[in-house]
């Protein structure tokens, strides 16, 4: 437990940034390396916890950095501000429009690119027709469904670290925080004005919509797209609303040809998961391995999002040539991606280390020993924890998945502990600080209060969400779903 403290205190006291906090694990997970504190320190341990953390940087970076490109050249093209016009258009009165925005633009742009885009888009939006306050609150309830955000990488990663099949992983990550996308909608409706019996109906279909559309999501075709289903569920159902009102004229909006890059995505994520099985018959199914973690080139959401930059280069290239003033596309790399790999790195290397010299199964020994249920608790507090402190389900699966995973396994109980775990880390990274400067960022004349009312608000919408998942994850035991 020692290099999450550090990383405690290194965010919360210290007022490190990420990157910082997580070199600082990492030289405390070395530290209890060298000192012998669990087995003897031998180099082999340290070698084959730097190869299975470079492996898994690999599987991240091949989503981030595709991601980031895809995020701006979607934002050079005008993508963000055509998803806005498209909510304007449907005239929505305040409370459906709360709904969806937060429930439905928000949870599909942050499933399609992650980096809390999704922010950038949302809170224009929700200032112009709320009073701060609520736009904050409904900002962050926007980005409570962070364990499928950007095409699910944390989901990915998770799996693999647990060394669990990912249709499995995503399946029971459904069934845990499924609970949670459900209530988003009903809890809308305490940003908004004296709700009425018919906004709370419209939350109740808008959240078993928003929780069947990520399952179904899930099942049909996998959890890189379940977000961006459950999202696009709840702007339909507002959709069929409008259109009642407008006519069907209104579909016209929707062939804004900025909106191609998003359309080229989804068609991408699909066709990559009808070749896949082809491919790999095909004999091509590349992949990078330890023999303990592994890195499926072909099946990660790189590929599809590699693709879908492509598309929209090729597609766009007139309006992006308009755009070569800017700053180049690599330079936009380095500059947002170096500290988020970085830190995931560092984290990566302090967990695998911890798990060849026996610390995490020394944790996982303890953990369950409270018992089954003491011990579902725990894994799901520490998941919150971790996502709070890294920011978000990505860095804290790297820093606590195994731990989670090794304490299910005592109760055989792998797959629903690893996914608390993914759950709590990510429902709690929308309270971050990472998040919360984003949404700062996005808000006009910001002031000292808008940050402690953004803290106030995501810790208290987390007092929703962990009881929910746990439980959830209790209902599951109970029940013998593990």
Known sequence: MLPCVVVVVSILCLRWGSDRAAIAAAITAALIWAAGAYLPPEFAQFGRALVDALILEMLVAAIILPGLLFVEISERI??????????????????????VIAAGVGIMLESLTGFGVSLLVTVPLLVSQFERRHAIG??????????????????????????????????????TSGPVAFALPLLCLLFVTKPTIKDVVFAVFAGL????????????????????????????????????????????VFLHPALGPYYGLIVAVLAQKLLLSPLADSGIAPVVT?????????????AALSVAIVMSLIAFRRKLLATRRTRPLLMVLWTRGRRPLASILM?????????????????????????????LVSVTLLGAMSGFVTGGATAGNALFMPSAAATGEAF?????????????????????????????????????????????????????????????GTLLMWAGVR
């Open 412 to 472: 055989d109980a792998t797959t629903l502990f690893a996914a608390l775990q993914h759950g709590a880390a990510g429902h709690m990274g929308m309270a971050a600080l990472p998040v919360l400067v984003i949404l700062l960022a996005a808000l006009v004349d910001r002031t000292p209060q808008d940050d402690r009312t953004a803290m106030r608000i995501g810790l208290g919408l987390n007092l929703v969400y962990i009881p929910l998942l746990i439980a959830s």
């Open 138 to 175: 409904l900002a962050l309830i926007g980005m409570s469904l962070t364990p499928w955000g950007a095409l699910s990488l944390a989901a990915h990663l998770g799996a693999e670290l647990a060394a669990l099949p990912l249709e499995r992983f995503a399946a029971m990550a459904w069934r």
């Open 290 to 302: 330890s023999g303990r973690v592994t890195f499926s080139v072909l099946a990660s959401p790189g």
């Open 347 to 375: 984290f990566m290397l302090a967990a695998r280390l911890l798990v060849e010299v026996g610390a995490i199964q020394a944790v996982a020994d303890m953990l369950s020993g409270f018992g089954a249920y003491p011990a």
């Open 78 to 99: 005008g993508a963000p501000m055509a998803v806005g016009n498209v909510i304007q258009q449907l005239q929505l009165d305040p409370p459906k429009s709360a709904i």
């Open 209 to 252: 919509i928003l929780s069947g559309g990520i399952g179904f999501g899930t099942w049909a075709v996998g959890v890189e797209i379940a977000g961006v289903v459950g999202g696009l569920a709840v702007i339909g159902l507002a959709v069929v609303i409008s259109t009642w009102r407008l006519g069907f004229g209104l579909f016209r």
